[in-house]
T-cell receptor, first 113, second 112 residues
Framework: AQSVTQLGSHVSVSEGALVLLRCNYSSSVPPYLFWYVQYPNQGLQLLLK??????LVKGINGFEAEFKKSETSFHLTKPSAHMSDAAEYFCAVSIQGAQKLVFGQGTRLTINP | DGGITQSPKYLFRKEGQNVTLSCEQNLNHDAMYWYRQDPGQGLRLIYY???????QKGDIAEGYSVSREKKESFPLTVTSAQKNPTAFYLC???????????FGPGTRLTVT
């Protein structure tokens, strides 16, 4: 069965520092992978997605993620954190045979001035 | 503007009462989903529907019911059988054959 593990429920970085949010997945078939962002008391917004093709995927707000099949990972990065990046981030993987996603537990990103 | 609307934003109910949460989309999406979000637990799927007049249970369907009489609408009823209904509820939709989901703004339900 497909599953997602996000390492670190809380990540704190300084403004201008590298952001790295980790996501590992389990899937017996080539997955579709997603990163969503959620601001307080709001819905989720798609940051980026991997379906097929290029393994380095660029998204909105300067974020990118790399699909590494050998490591079953899809880590999210941003070279320089901005205060507005403070939010909760969710990684998700497609479920084979059903039009569904399974979500990780989420990582809350805090940006220190 | 196309999107998903959920109403109301905040909802308060007394224990023992059923309550219905609204979800409407004008994206012409075939599939719709209901999730429950609790702190530290991510999103858990309650019900989903891939086509009008059809829906399937998700991982935590007990104490909830849904209907899908129209393509645009997928209301969720939280029944009195749901033991811990206080949570943030999110509705989402996706196009036919797509895994990419679009989310509404959510409804925060508080039951006392």
């Amino acid at each position: 069965a497909q599953s997602v593990t996000q390492l670190g429920s809380h990540v704190s970085v300084s403004e201008g520092a590298l952001v790295l949010l980790r996501c590992n997945y389990s899937s017996s078939v080539p997955p579709y992978l997603f990163w969503y962002v959620q601001y307080p008391n709001q819905g989720l917004q798609l940051l980026l997605k991997y379906t097929t093709g290029a393994t380095l995927v660029k998204g909105i707000n300067g974020f990118e993620a790399e699909f590494k099949k050998s490591e079953t990972s899809f880590h999210l990065t941003k070279p320089s954190a901005h205060m507005s990046d403070a939010a909760e981030y969710f990684c998700a993987v497609s479920i084979q045979g059903a039009q569904k996603l399974v979500f990780g537990q989420g990582t809350r990103l805090t940006i220190n001035p | 503007d196309g999107g998903i609307t959920q109403s109301p934003k905040y909802l308060f109910r007394k224990e023992g009462q059923n309550v219905t949460l609204s979800c409407e989309q004008n994206l012409n999406h075939d599939a719709m989903y209901w999730y429950r979000q609790d702190p530290g637990q991510g999103l858990r799927l309650i019900y989903y529907s891939q086509i009008v007049n059809d829906f399937q249970k998700g991982d935590i369907a007990e104490g909830y019911s849904v209907s899908r009489e129209k393509k645009e609408s997928f209301p969720l009823t939280v029944t009195s059988a749901q033991k811990n209904p206080t949570a943030f509820y999110l509705c989402a939709s996706s196009a036919a054959g797509s895994y990419e989901q679009y989310f509404g703004p959510g409804t925060r339900l508080t039951v006392t």
